[in-house]
């Protein structure tokens, strides 16, 4: 039987569906970590605030615990670090040079094993997904193609994510949103 406590989930988006999945994983025990672009709901969810209005979340709250991700400089100034110590240590990158923002091979190899696994578990996650099932997940594979693009932006800029944030245009989202739509959705 595996230890929850050492099993890791990420909810990308804490709205009405991701936010009340991230208190329900961390109440049966679960590392969970959240992500949402909006700034204001991630603050009022790291002071336990129900961000949706359920009243059934009131009480299950104060016994959660979902760390937010926001970045890895920011998230390091404000004393986060959500790159796993054992990958930091088997790269031989150490939280000292997190702190300085330390640009170097160490590092570059780190984030190549971190997309690389970001990138398998995106594969797994579709080559699990019952056929039957995808039209009803457009928004999640939206999501994880937006995400997938995110990830050739960061490896473009060979891991140098220290720098200006890595975002993705408005234009190109649109695109990628139509174009999973008309593929999961009209044919």
Not at 97 to 118: G, H, P, Q, T, W
Not at 151 to 170: A, C, T
Request: proline content about 3%.
């Amino acid at each position: 039987m595996n230890d929850k406590k050492s099993e890791k989930v990420c909810v990308i988006g804490l709205g009405y569906v991701g936010f009340p999945l991230a208190v329900l994983c961390s109440l049966k025990g679960y590392n969970v970590y959240g992500y949402d672009k909006d700034e204001s709901k991630l603050d009022r969810i790291e002071k336990k605030e129900n961000i949706i209005g359920e009243k059934y979340l009131d009480d299950l709250l104060p016994k959660t615990n979902i760390n937010i991700i926001r970045d890895v400089k920011k998230d390091f100034n404000s004393g986060r670090i959500y790159i796993p110590s054992e990958d930091m240590e088997k790269f031989g990158y150490s939280a000292e040079d997190l702190k300085i923002f330390n640009y170097n091979n160490s590092f570059r190899n780190l984030m190549k094993y971190e997309c690389e696994r970001a990138r398998e578990y995106y594969s797994l996650a579709w080559k699990f997904l019952p056929a039957e099932d995808r039209k009803n997940m457009t928004a999640a594979l939206i999501m994880e193609r937006i995400y997938y693009l995110l990830l050739q932006k960061i490896e473009k800029r060979k891991y140098n994510i220290f720098g200006d944030p890595v975002r993705i245009s408005s234009l190109r989202k649109f695109i990628a949103a139509s174009s999973v739509f008309m593929k999961h959705k009209i044919f």
